[in-house]
């Protein structure tokens, strides 16, 4: 078992910047990948951007060279560095590990972009 803790969320005005933070409890030993994903009202769920187990980050194209994606393995921990922010990029913030045949959630971090 695993559990996903989620923090860093808050208030910023456009432009501004915020790092998010997903604390992994339990053994992660096997993971595949770790992600962020977010999602809005009314709206699907989206990859925002991922992490493998050899360090190799991707991103949507819509957070391209606004997100960056890191990791403090001996922490479990995962960071989410987003800069830039515009009002579209509010949403719940979700994060993901996969182990390939399941996976588990955290209860997310909510993003609101606004001035």
């Known amino acids: 078992q695993v559990q996903l803790v989620e923090s860093g969320g808050g208030l910023v005005q456009p432009g501004g910047s915020l790092r998010l933070s997903c604390a992994a409890s339990g053994s992660i030993f096997g993971f595949y990948a770790m992600s962020w994903y977010r999602q809005a009202p009314g709206k699907q769920r989206e990859l925002v951007a991922q992490?493998?187990?050899?360090?190799?980050?991707i991103y949507s194209d819509s957070v391209k060279g606004r997100f960056t994606m890191s990791r403090d393995i001996p922490k479990n921990t995962v960071y989410l560095q987003m800069s830039s922010l515009k009002p579209e990029d509010t949403a719940l913030y979700l994060c993901n590990i996969d182990f390939g045949r399941y996976g588990y959630w955290g209860q997310g971090t909510q993003v609101t972009v606004s001035s």
């Open positions: 992490i493998n187990n050899l360090g190799l980050t």
